[in-house]
């Protein structure tokens, strides 16, 4: 049986995109997801064909230093969403499947708590500011 897609949930134009680094070192990726559905719902896992891992972090700052702290669930608020931004919360995508460079899309499936799933093509760039 198929997985449904969720209808529900959208990336915000141009927000979604992965940060190359070469060697195939771990990137980090960026996207705000609209929900808009009146229910919340959470993202419980992440998935990439292109990743062999793809987990999620937040970066917690205390007043001496700042750490990253692994997030097993975040949550889209009913008619909000999420934003998965620098200095915040991101995916970090290790060991890709193959060679991935600037240009190419990530393949990203984000596991929904309704049963659903979004699938995101995420463009892969040196910088936020090349579209």
Known sequence: MKTPVSTDITVRDKSAWV???PNALP????????NASDQRLDITKVRSPDYQR??????VVDSE?????????????????????????HLLFEKPT??????????VIFFLSDGKVLKVRMPVRTSPELY
């Open 19 to 21: 940060r190359w680094l």
């Open 98 to 107: 193959h060679l991935i460079t600037p240009g190419d899309n990530a393949r």
């Open 27 to 34: 990137a980090a990726g960026y996207l705000t997801l609209d």
């Open 54 to 59: 793809v987990t999620i972090y937040e970066t």
């Open 65 to 89: 230093s700042s750490k990253l702290v692994k997030v097993d669930t975040v949550t889209l608020s009913a008619k909000g969403g999420f934003a998965f931004v620098p200095g915040k919360h």
